[in-house]
């Protein structure tokens, strides 16, 4: 994922739109695999901001297959995030910056480490297959989305279990 800076590195002001698409096959992430089920797609601007510095900006989108939370059932996200990055062949000079400048190497600027960690940064914390997913019971296993499990509920704490005589309504 590398743009050339080379026609645009002594105008000021100056810049193109671009559109990039490569395939990332698995990324370790929380000590387990994330897998992506398309290419990352980047499009957007570069930009010549002038004293060095370039300005990238415009839209990730992918899609990645993980497991629900709650269910365990295959689940495919998608992902569509905003971006704006900055290069600078001297990224030192800019550490005042309140941005992360990345560095260019010889006129390229590569987006992929910063495009990688913007992916991982928008990832929610827990990935579900809906909003409303059940999961699964804690006793017998079954997946609460497809119905009620048949299970008999016996988690009843022993100090309650007298209270439990209230709701029998065989007992009158």
């Known amino acids: 994922m590398k743009l050339s800076i ?5 105008k ?3 810049g193109y739109d671009f559109e ?3 395939k990332v096959e698995e990324l370790k992430y929380k000590g387990e695999n994330l897998v992506f089920s398309e290419p990352v797609k980047v499009s957007g601007r570069v930009e010549n901001l002038g004293k060095g510095l370039f300005g990238v900006w415009g839209m990730i989108s992918t ?8 269910c365990l059932a295959k689940t495919r996200l998608e992902l569509k995030i905003n971006f704006n990055f900055k290069f ?6 800019f550490k005042d910056e309140e941005d ?3 560095p260019i190497e010889k006129d390229n600027i590569d987006l992929y480490t910063p495009v990688i960690n913007e992916i991982i940064l928008n990832l929610p914390s827990k990935i579900l297959c809906s909003p409303d997913c059940r999961g699964i019971c804690p006793s017998c296993g079954a ?5 009620v499990c048949k299970c008999k509920k016996t988690n009843v704490d022993p100090r309650l279990q007298v209270l ?5 309504t065989n007992n009158d």
């Open 6 to 10: 080379e026609e645009i590195k002594h």
């Open 12 to 14: 000021v002001g100056e």
């Open 20 to 22: 990039l698409k490569e």
């Open 63 to 70: 899609a990645i297959e993980d497991r629900c939370y709650r």
């Open 88 to 93: 600078s062949e001297n990224p030192e000079n």
């Open 100 to 102: 992360e400048v990345f």
């Open 143 to 147: 997946d609460l989305n497809a119905g």
């Open 164 to 168: 439990e005589k209230l709701l029998d």
